[in-house]
């Protein structure tokens, strides 16, 4: 089973997203800061990470470089309305997901890179 860290400080886009992901068998761990999704996956080492690029305390990218820093080599997913232009050239993350994003959008990212770990 894809044990996914979720980061996101939106409750009601992160309950979405967790029971979406939940449905379809995947164990989720939910953080709402880049802080507690930073000390959760250092800790836990999820095979999957989806986090939002602006929360509180510490950014998504800010979260994606430590763990980078830190060793973490699993994907990570940003999520973030700001269009991907305007992020850096050489990102830390490996897949972009713009916000507002549909419940398929999200699935078939986690699904692709499920695929490719061959992870549950």
């Known amino acids: 089973m894809l044990?996914?860290?979720?980061?996101?400080?939106?409750?009601?886009?992160a309950l979405v997203a967790a029971t979406v992901l939940e449905e379809v068998g995947y164990h989720v761990t939910v953080?709402?800061?880049g802080h507690e999704g930073l000390e959760?996956?250092?800790q836990e080492q999820p095979e999957l990470i989806v986090t939002d690029f602006m929360m509180p305390c510490l950014s998504g990218?800010?979260?994606?470089?430590?763990l980078r820093e830190?060793?973490?080599?699993?994907?990570?997913?940003?999520?973030?309305?700001?269009?991907?232009?305007?992020?850096?050239?050489?990102?830390?993350?490996d897949a972009y997901l713009a916000k507002p994003y549909g419940t398929r959008k999200l699935l078939a990212l986690v699904d692709a890179f499920r695929a490719q770990s061959g992870v549950g």
């Open 31 to 33: 953080a709402t800061d």
């Open 70 to 93: 830190a060793g973490f080599d699993r994907p990570i997913i940003l999520t973030t309305a700001i269009p991907e232009d305007h992020l850096p050239r050489h990102p830390p993350y």
């Open 3 to 13: 044990r996914v860290l979720l980061v996101e400080d939106e409750p009601d886009v």
């Open 40 to 42: 959760i996956a250092l």
């Open 61 to 66: 990218l800010e979260m994606i470089e430590r």
